[in-house]
């Protein structure tokens, strides 16, 4: 499984994003995906998940203010970034879990920034 992140950038405070996160090869191994992040000088947490059959999970960092979407026929995750605040900066990562519960995909980091 190989997963291509996109989406990051500069946005101001309040300001809207969104992240996209393209997986290919054996999808059909991923139970679910979503998007962690790491801000300088701290641990890499996780910000929202969703599974195969559309449950999803958020930090509480990300409730209601984030919104993990997935469109399947595009093997594409989303993760669209309202009212964000700077310790929203952070490199974003997008992230798969396989089906057997234990296999791990990572994709490359996008950066977000979130500055005036």
């Known amino acids: 499984v190989q997963l291509q992140a996109s989406g990051g950038g500069l946005v101001q405070p309040g300001g809207s994003l969104r992240l996209s996160c393209s997986a290919s090869?054996?999808?059909?191994?991923?139970?679910?995906t979503g998007w962690y992040r790491q801000a300088p000088g701290k641990q890499r947490q996780m910000v929202a998940t969703i599974t195969s059959s559309g449950v999803t999970n958020y930090a509480p960092s990300a409730q209601g203010r984030f919104t993990i979407s997935s469109d399947n026929a595009k093997n594409t995750v989303y993760l669209q970034m309202n009212r964000t605040k700077p310790e929203d900066t952070a490199i974003y990562y997008c992230?798969?879990?396989?089906?057997?519960?234990?296999?791990?995909?990572w994709g490359q980091g996008t950066l977000v920034t979130v500055s005036s």
């Open positions: 992230y798969g879990r396989g089906v057997l519960g234990f296999e791990t995909y």
């Open positions: 090869g054996s999808t059909d191994r991923l139970a679910a």
